[in-house]
């Protein structure tokens, strides 16, 4: 078992700047695919970045706006992300993989309870 939870949410101004923090226990961190989703009201979960063996993947919203980073020391996954927008308004949650294709909300096992993001405008 994988338990993760975010930190790092709130309410900022576009333009603004929020980091997140997934902090994960249990088993082999290092192992897992990480991932970043979000879901805004009346919406699925949409894909925001990734982790995946030493790679980093984006959706095309957040580039060049998001970063994302892990510290397998420390078992926490970060999201970084600058110039906030409105839309990107959401509670995000990062998830953890073991495989399978990393775009996918599928191929995530384990996820967080997900942390607000509200972007005012």
């Known amino acids: 078992q994988v338990q993760l939870v975010e930190s790092g949410g709130g309410l900022v101004q576009a333009g603004g700047t929020l980091r997140l923090s997934c902090a994960a226990t249990g088993r082999t961190f290092s192992t897992f695919g990480m991932g970043w989703f979000r879901r805004a009201p009346g919406k699925e979960h949409e894909f925001v970045a990734a982790s995946w063996s030493g790679r980093s993947y984006y959706a095309d919203p957040v580039k060049g706006r998001f970063t994302i980073s892990r510290d397998n020391a420390k078992n926490t996954v970060y999201l970084q992300m600058d110039s906030l927008k409105p839309e990107d308004t959401a509670v995000y949650y990062c998830?953890?993989?073991?495989?399978?294709?990393?775009?996918?909300?599928?191929?995530?096992?384990?996820w967080g309870q997900g942390t607000q993001v509200t972007v005012s405008s």
């Open positions: 998830a953890a993989a073991p495989g399978g294709r990393l775009y996918s909300s599928l191929s995530y096992n384990y």
